[in-house]
């Protein structure tokens, strides 16, 4: 039985940093594609980052990029998502997500490509 158990979410000031963790069990993060996305209230599901199974290659969605980076440790078989320079508009629910196939730029959006989720943690961002 496959799970993803986020961790780390709470709530910061702007221009604050948190870091989410994603523990997986049940599959082997050097065999997926392991990825973030986060949802506000009224918005739709939207992609944040993932990261290749080998490890060597990362996307980001545009509104994270150069503040978040996507990492991972395959001892401990946990994905990490470190956000910086936090803003209000980052608030949301974080969910991480597994998916097979490898994706590049907005082929990687699509909340229905990915076979795994987890909870979800929650990030609020105060002004």
């Known amino acids: 039985q496959v799970q993803l158990v986020e961790s780390g979410g709470g709530l910061v000031q702007a221009g604050g940093s948190l870091k989410l963790s994603c523990a997986a069990s049940?599959?082997?993060?050097?065999?997926?594609?392991m990825g973030w996305f986060r949802q506000a209230p009224g918005k739709e599901r939207e992609f944040v980052a993932i990261?290749?199974?080998?490890?060597?290659?990362?996307n980001y969605g545009d509104s994270v990029k150069g503040r978040f980076t996507i990492s991972r440790d395959t001892a401990k078989n946990t994905v990490y998502l470190q956000m910086n320079s936090l803003k209000p508009e980052d608030t949301a629910v974080y969910y991480c997500?597994?998916?097979?196939?490898?994706?590049?730029?907005?082929?990687?959006?699509?909340?229905?490509?990915?076979?795994?989720w987890g909870q979800g943690t929650q990030v609020t961002v105060s002004s």
């Open positions: 997500a597994a998916r097979t196939n490898w994706c590049v730029a907005s082929a990687c959006y699509d909340p229905e490509r990915y076979g795994y």
């Open positions: 049940g599959l082997a993060i050097n065999k997926y594609q």
């Open positions: 990261i290749k199974w080998s490890g060597t290659t990362t």
